[in-house]
Nanobody, 120 residues
C-alpha cells in the first residue's frame, strides 16, 4: 500500500491561484499512474486530473486550461497548479493512484486531503 500526504490548500478569492502537493510513500512512485480527485459537500467524488508514469496528462473539462498536473519522481511528489480558481472548485482534494475514479477508490488508504475554498 501507498500512503499519501496532501498539502497546499487554503482560502482564496475567485481568480487566484493555489499549488497543491502530494507526497507518496515507498520507492516505486515513478511507476505509478497518479491523479487528483476532489469531493465537495453533498456531491460525488470527481476526477480532476491524471498523469501517467510517462508524464501524459488528462484533465476534467471543468478544469482544462486552468489546472496543471505534474510530478517530480525524485521527490515522490505530485503537484496540481490551480489558476483562475472559481467558487465551484471548492472541495477537499485528494491524490490517488490510478487514472479513473474507480481505480482511485480502492486499495490504498486515503490521506486527509487538503481543503480548497474559493470565496469572495
Amino acid at each position: 500500500q501507498v500512503q499519501f500526504v496532501e498539502s497546499g490548500g487554503g482560502l482564496v478569492q475567485p481568480g487566484e491561484s493555489l499549488r497543491l502537493s502530494c507526497v507518496a510513500s515507498g520507492s516505486s512512485f515513478s511507476r505509478y499512474a497518479m491523479g487528483w480527485c476532489r469531493q465537495a459537500p453533498g456531491k460525488l467524488r470527481e476526477l480532476v486530473a491524471t498523469i501517467t508514469s510517462g508524464g501524459s496528462t488528462n484533465y476534467a473539462d471543468s478544469v482544462k486550461g486552468r489546472f496543471t498536473i505534474s510530478r517530480d519522481n525524485a521527490k515522490n511528489t505530485m503537484y496540481l497548479q490551480m489558476n483562475s480558481l472559481k467558487p465551484e472548485d471548492t472541495a477537499v482534494y485528494y491524490c490517488r493512484r490510478g487514472l479513473t475514479i474507480a481505480a482511485m477508490t480502492g486499495g490504498d488508504p486515503w490521506g486527509r486531503g487538503t481543503q480548497v475554498t474559493v470565496s469572495s
